[in-house]
Nanobody
Framework: QVQLVESGGGLVQSGGSLRLSCVASGNTGNILDMGWYRQAPGQKRELVAVISSGGDGGNTYYADSVKGRFTISRDDAKNTVYLQMNSLKPEDTAVYYC?????????WGQGTQVTVSS
């Protein structure tokens, strides 16, 4: 079992920045890729960014909508994954969820609300 706790969400004006954090606990030795997803009201949950485990060199992937604005990183010593979000837009408003992939399956955090005002 892996538990994930996100933090760092909030209300920010358009053009502003936020940094999300997700701390993993439990059986963290089984964690492979970690990522961030988001879900806006009435929309499907969508992938924002993924970072592979350190053994793979920490390769990253970003959704086209956030490329150049968001940066994902991880600190395996702290069992933490981050999402630095710059140049935020109102369309980035959503609940952001942390995800951890392991051999047995995927785990999710409870989500943190990000609201960008115009």
């Amino acid at each position: 079992q892996v538990q994930l706790v996100e933090s760092g969400g909030g209300l920010v004006q358009s053009g502003g920045s936020l940094r999300l954090s997700c701390v993993a606990s439990g059986n963290t030795g089984n964690i492979l890729d970690m990522g961030w997803y988001r879900q806006a009201p009435g929309q499907k949950r969508e992938l924002v960014a993924v970072i592979s485990s350190g053994g793979d060199g920490g390769n990253t992937y970003y959704a086209d909508s956030v490329k150049g604005r968001f940066t994902i990183s991880r600190d395996d010593a702290k069992n933490t994954v981050y999402l630095q979000m710059n140049s935020l837009k109102p369309e980035d408003t959503a609940v952001y969820y942390c995800n951890a992939e392991t051999e047995p399956g995927a785990y999710w955090g409870q989500g943190t609300q990000v609201t960008v005002s115009s």
